[in-house]
């Protein structure tokens, strides 16, 4: 009966890694225009910090001005962003545009993407990683730049950490300042089998008992 029941645990556990292992998160596929938060993703402005969209519509979430945003193309090439591709712009006072993850694990992570060329405006390009209350550690960032700008991290994370992308306007201020963001997050192995072992344990543990 113990060993029916350590193969139904191993079983479970493996049939948990593999899901997790099958979990990638996408800025572009996951983009929500009806629900902000959505899932682990928000999207947001510098105004205080971090404040929410709560400004949108068929494409686009804004603050209220329309200045600051978060945009997927719904149609043809538009404004330096191609179809199906989620951009940010900064506002006219300063105010970045943010897209954030929060994380709902804990391990190792790779993150992948692109800040993109986008429109004729130079843009700053950001990546913070804040951890519980602490201060945010400033993880990748390239200043008044027109052209695209890559980024591959494995940061370690915590669950409720977040991660921020950000856009902000250049030295030549924020018109013609869309910037195409493609992002995938997905967990490193090492993260999975951590998770695996560690079910192993409790379960042996249990089981002395």
């Not at 292992?21 to 629900?35: G, N, P």
């Amino acid at each position: 009966m113990q060993a029916r029941t350590m193969f139904v645990a191993v079983a479970v556990m493996l049939l948990a890694v593999g899901t997790a292992q099958a979990k990638i998160w996408s800025l572009q596929d996951d983009f929500s225009t009806t629900s902000n938060p959505n899932g682990d993703w928000s999207y947001g402005h510098s105004d205080n910090g971090f404040t929410l969209y709560t400004t949108h519509n068929s494409s686009t979430w804004s603050t209220s001005s329309n200045e600051a945003c978060i945009w997927k193309n719904l149609g043809g090439t538009n404004l330096g962003v191609l179809p199906g591709e989620v951009a940010l712009h900064p506002a006219l006072h300063g105010e970045q545009s943010i897209a954030r993850w929060t994380s709902p694990l804990v391990g190792s992570i790779t993150v992948t993407g692109t800040f993109g060329a986008g429109d004729t405006g130079k843009v700053d390009t950001l990546i913070y990683l804040t951890s519980g209350v602490g201060a945010p550690q400033l993880l990748f960032s390239v200043y008044d730049t027109p052209i695209s700008q890559p980024f591959n991290l494995t940061p370690l994370v915590g669950v409720g950490d977040r991660l921020d992308f950000i856009v902000g306007r250049g030295t030549d201020g924020y018109a013609s300042d869309n910037t195409p963001l493609a992002l995938t997050i997905t967990p490193e192995p090492a993260t999975l089998s951590l998770l695996a072992l560690g079910g192993l344990t409790a379960l042996g543990l249990r089981k002395r008992k």
